[in-house]
């Protein structure tokens, strides 16, 4: 595999090479960046119970309601 090495800007979150530069489409291209440091991801984790015992706490009751049910 050849590498060649291009500079290019950022403009509106796109990556702009010179207008020289040519190349195929669907071209892989690796961009590496220096001197910046990456913005961190966020992780939400699932809930964890501290004590399994505790599970019992959350166990849920389904109430079915009855067909004539109305709302007042």
Known sequence: MTV???EAVIENG???LPATVRLPEKARVYVIVPGVEAQPRFY??????ARKEQAADFTKEVI???PDAELR
Not at 44 to 49: H, M, N, T
Request: without cysteine.
């Open 44 to 49: 939400v984790a699932s809930p964890r119970l």
């Open 14 to 16: 796109q990556v702009k």
């Open 64 to 66: 079915e309601e009855l």
């Open 4 to 6: 060649q090495t291009f």
